[in-house]
């Protein structure tokens, strides 16, 4: 009952992606994310690392990570990032993003793709787990 509480936005999703994935499992997409984890951080007191932090993804402007030096073609995108964009951009970010320099090849299963979208996106922009 308490996923009842997590709200209309977590019903919605699952909806919006039914019948391909199932309700969405953050501990699966914290497994997923630590393909992520040697460019990437994220969460509290998260730092630059070979990629920018992705705190607060949902809603963020390509290329504001603070203090990261991006690439012409990440910064100019004009992408917002939200949960359809980023599940086109993992599956093959050099598709979405030409001449972006995250060396990524992607991630093709809409289930793991689901799984990561989950657990990215309940970071708000100082790595807190939203409520
Ligand atoms: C080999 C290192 C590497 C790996 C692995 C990697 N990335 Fe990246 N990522 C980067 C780099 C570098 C950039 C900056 C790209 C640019 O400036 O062109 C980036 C950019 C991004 C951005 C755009 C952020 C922004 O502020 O616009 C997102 C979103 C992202 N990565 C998500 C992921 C996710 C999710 C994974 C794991 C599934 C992942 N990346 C794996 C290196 C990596």
């Known amino acids: 009952m308490t996923k009842l509480t997590f709200g209309a936005l977590t019903i919605l999703t699952v909806i919006a992606n039914a019948p391909a994935a199932m309700a969405q499992d953050v501990a699966a997409g914290k497994t997923s994310f630590n393909k992520c984890l040697a460019c990437h951080a994220i969460g509290e007191g998260a730092k630059n690392k070979v990629g920018p932090e ?25 992408i917002t990032w939200d949960e359809a964009v980023f599940k086109e951009y993992i599956k093959d970010p050099k598709a979405k993003i030409p001449g972006t320099k995250m060396a990524f090849a992607g991630i093709k299963n809409e289930t793991e793709i689901n799984n990561l979208w989950a657990y990215v996106s309940q970071f708000d922009k100082d790595g807190k787990i939203k409520q």
């Open 54 to 78: 992705l705190n607060g993804l949902n809603g963020r402007k390509s290329g504001t990570a603070e203090g990261y030096s991006y690439s012409d073609a990440n910064k100019n995108s004009g």
